[in-house]
C-alpha cells in the first residue's frame, strides 16, 4: 500500500509535505513570543522570562544562560536540517531519484535528535534553575515537539522508501520461474 501511495502523482506529495509541516512548527516553536512555559504570574518563551508585578511583566533575556543558548542553537540547527532536508525531498520527488531517500532520512535523524536534546534540555533547566512552584507548558512548546515527532515519522518512510524504488520506477520484476 505505502509503494502503490507514494506512486501516485497527487500522493507522492505526502512525505516532503510532512516535512514542510515539521519545518511551520518548529519555526511557531522558536518565533513564539507568547511563551514556551506559563504560570499564574510568569511566563517564559525560548528567548526570555517575564514575571508579572502588578499588571506590568518586567522581562529579562533568558540568553545569559549557555542553557537557553544551548536550546536556540539547537532548535534553530534542527530547523535547518529540516529545510535542507525538504529541499531534498523535493528534488527526491520531481526526479524520481529515491536513491537521495537514505539523505533525507540521515537529515531528518539529525534534526530530530538536535530538537529533541534542545526541548528536554530547556524542560529541565527550567524547572531547575528559573521558577520553582506550579507551571504548564504552552501550545508553542507543543508545536516544538509536534516538530520532533513529525520528524521521526518521516525517519522511518524515507528509511522504507528505497525498498520500493523500482516499485516506483516501474521498473519489470525478473522471475526464475515462467510458465510457458
Not at 30 to 38: D, K, N
Not at 141 to 166: D, S, V
Request: aromatic letters at 20%; hydrophobic letters at 50%.
Amino acid at each position: 500500500m505505502f509503494a502503490c501511495g507514494v506512486k501516485y502523482p497527487r500522493c507522492r506529495w505526502i512525505l516532503p509535505l510532512l516535512v514542510l509541516f515539521a519545518i511551520i512548527f518548529d519555526i511557531i516553536a522558536i518565533a513564539a513570543t507568547s511563551g514556551w512555559v506559563e504560570s499564574a504570574a510568569h511566563y517564559s518563551s525560548m528567548w526570555e522570562h517575564c514575571r508579572d508585578m502588578g499588571g506590568d511583566y518586567e522581562c529579562k533575556s533568558l540568553m545569559d544562560n549557555g542553557w537557553a543558548q544551548a536550546t536556540a542553537a539547537l532548535m534553530i540547527i534542527g530547523l535547518i536540517f529540516l529545510i535542507i532536508s525538504f529541499f531534498f525531498s523535493i528534488f527526491t520527488f520531481c526526479y524520481g531519484n529515491y536513491g537521495w531517500s537514505p539523505l533525507i532520512a540521515f537529515l531528518l535523524i539529525c534534526a530530530a535528535i538536535l530538537q529533541f536534546i534542545g526541548l528536554i534540555v530547556y524542560a529541565v533547566n527550567f524547572k531547575q534553575l528559573i521558577y520553582e512552584g506550579r507551571y504548564d507548558f504552552t501550545w508553542a512548546y507543543g508545536f516544538g515537539w509536534g516538530a520532533t515527532i513529525l520528524a521521526i515519522g518521516c525517519i522511518f518512510l524515507f528509511c522504507c522508501l528505497p525498498k520500493y524504488e523500482e516499485h516506483l520506477n516501474d521498473k519489470k520484476t525478473k522471475y526464475f520461474y515462467t510458465s510457458w
